[in-house]
């Protein structure tokens, strides 16, 4: 018997929906996306700390110099570090200024202990001339 009242007939239940399955397909490709992102946050964050962490417990020395671990440097290397020339070092070493080095067959040795103490007194002279400069009285011409 057919269905006189020209009403559609009903739809089958236990068919697969594809609004469904695309809908699950996307939510999985949500959430596994997700996982990657946080874990490139996680890895970024964990990468920064340890930059941070880094920056804050070392002396700013440029590292190809290997400062750090010498206890001795020689005159280039004694430039290199306080940011002078090497003919400023040996001038500074020939005029007495820097007291406590080794002469070797190729230059000069100096310990860096004696370097940081000479540019701690050499920024206190600094320190002390230009407060002197500033309070000196401005010379008037006389009349």
Excluded: H
């Excluded at 750090?68 to 001038?91: F, M, P, R």
């Excluded at 067959?105 to 370097?115: F, K, M, N, P, Q």
């Amino acid at each position: 018997m057919a269905n006189q009242s020209g009403a559609r007939p009903a739809k089958r239940s236990g068919g697969i929906n594809p609004t469904l399955v695309a809908s699950l397909f996307l939510g999985i490709c949500i959430l596994i996306a997700g996982i990657n992102i946080g874990g490139g946050v996680r890895k970024l964050n964990k990468t920064l700390e340890e930059k941070q962490i880094a920056s804050t417990n070392t002396v700013s020395v440029p590292s190809e110099m290997g400062i750090s671990e010498k206890k001795y440097l020689t005159e280039e290397e004694a430039g290199k570090y306080l940011n002078l020339s090497t003919d400023k070092i040996v001038e500074l070493i020939k005029t007495g200024e820097i007291t406590e080095y080794v002469e070797t067959a190729t230059g000069y040795s100096i310990s860096v202990t004696v370097l940081d103490d000479w540019f701690d007194n050499e920024a206190y002279q600094n320190k002390l001339r230009s407060n002197a400069a500033s309070s000196e009285p401005e010379e008037t011409p006389e009349e």
